[in-house]
């Protein structure tokens, strides 16, 4: 059965998802071909249509929903605001998908730290502050994943590659000292419910630490001797600058504003996701469709997750998150439920344009957005982007690790932190 639309005003198309179609549909139910800029209706929508990462503008609505969706959703209609006294967590669910991968993960923290090694003792402090083996490694786990469901796809066996876990590595690398260089912007004292590096040690000292963990991660990418690769991994950088500056900037309509949010979005957190995966498909596979398939479920899940944790600013206490709460608000910025909230209370327009700086603008612009349904939309939006993945990942030869990245795609909606 075809999901409803549910007063999502907003949707994307595009190269990366960056073109912005304003007030697209409301409850009724369609199919949309997009291309060209020009835009036919012919029934009911299933899922959101994803751009090529080669440029291409078309997008085609599907109009049957694939028979994998049904386990992996079962949850997506009865998800329920979360709160601070929220029972929900993932945790749990996240050891399946785990187990597949605890074999090539074993290691991780300790190799990173091997890469990492230096003689003087402060810097190696400084270096291995995040890598103390407590985290999730959500992003390794998804690149191996992927680099073992390709494998299996193009008729290899399922063990990684070398190449393969050296893009897992640096793409936790890449990560963390993206986090270093974030804090150290934001002015941030916290971080995964730790003081933040810059706090300890001062922002100078932080910035050269993520500059130099940026730098062994350079290092470990062009030992693995493949140019495509270098250059897809490369871009991820650009795209984290490009990203950071989006974020300093904002914009003045409504449309534009939506459209820079979701471009934003893509280079900070789902370009690192999808150009990790495309990577360790390149070192297995010389088919362009299967590189394809890895980048636009990177992409989608990267998405889908920013989508998530820009909800759980609102609804999750910092304890849970391991930040303060409310934290885009206070940096002035306007994230996916504040941008639906605009839709029922417009007073947030003028609050964004001053990124929220008069006496009582985050207060009120936290209110405005639980009276609103900016969460649910946000939540809805992000399932979307989820929908999305699946169709992707489903392409590939039936694994375990296709159904472990399939699965992962209900952890990320129902995460709590």
């Not at 990462?53 to 049957?64: D, I, L, R």
């Not at 804090?183 to 932080?206: C, H, M, P």
């Amino acid at each position: 059965m075809a999901l409803p639309w549910r007063q999502c005003s907003w949707w994307m198309v595009g190269n990366h998802g960056v073109t912005l179609i304003n007030n697209l549909c409301r409850t009724q139910q369609r199919t949309l071909t997009i291309t060209g800029g020009s835009i036919r209706r012919t029934g009911t929508v299933d899922i959101l249509g994803s751009p090529s990462s080669t440029g291409s503008e078309a997008v085609a609505f599907t109009k049957k929903p694939n028979p994998l969706w049904r386990k992996s959703f079962r949850l997506f209609h009865t998800m329920q605001t979360r709160c601070c006294c929220s029972n929900v967590t993932s945790d749990e669910q996240l050891k399946a998908p785990f187990k597949l991968v605890q074999k090539d993960l074993k290691n991780l923290y300790e190799d990173i730290k091997k890469e990492l090694f230096v003689s003087k003792t402060e810097l190696k402090s400084l270096c291995d502050y995040y890598f103390d083996g407590k985290g999730k490694a959500f992003r390794p786990m998804i690149v191996v994943l992927m680099a073992r469901a390709c494998n299996l796809h193009s008729n290899r066996q399922r063990d990684l590659l070398p190449g393969q876990r050296s893009i897992a590595m640096i793409s936790e690398m890449i990560h963390t000292a993206s986090l270093v260089h974030d804090d150290v912007i934001d002015g941030s004292d916290t971080r995964r419910g730790k003081t933040t590096l810059n706090e300890v040690w001062g922002e100078r000292k932080a910035i050269l630490a993520g500059d130099f963990i940026l730098s062994v991660a350079s290092l470990a990418l062009g030992r693995i001797g493949n140019n495509t690769v270098v250059s897809v991994l490369s871009q991820v950088i650009e795209d984290l600058v490009r990203g950071e500056f989006m974020q300093l900037g904002s914009k003045e309509t409504e449309n534009e504003r939506f459209k820079h949010y979701l471009d934003k979005t893509f280079k900070k957190t789902a370009s690192l996701i999808a150009n990790s995966c495309k990577a360790v498909s390149l070192l297995v596979s010389s088919d362009p469709e299967v590189h394809e398939i890895a980048f636009q479920y990177g992409r989608n899940v990267g998405i889908a997750f920013q989508l998530v944790d820009d909800v759980l600013d609102f609804t999750s206490c910092a304890n849970q998150l391991g930040k303060p709460s409310a934290a885009d608000l206070r940096l002035g910025l306007a994230t996916g439920p504040v941008l639906f909230a605009c839709q029922q209370f417009p007073e947030l327009h003028e609050m964004i344009i001053r990124r929220f700086s008069s006496a009582g603008d985050v207060e009120r612009a936290w209110q405005y957005v639980l009276q609103s349904n900016g969460v649910q939309q946000t939540n809805y939006l992000a399932q979307r982007y989820c929908q999305e993945a699946i169709r992707q990942i489903s392409k590939l030869s039936p694994s375990p690790e296709r159904e472990a990245l399939i699965q992962l795609t209900e952890i990320i909606l129902i995460r709590d932190k």
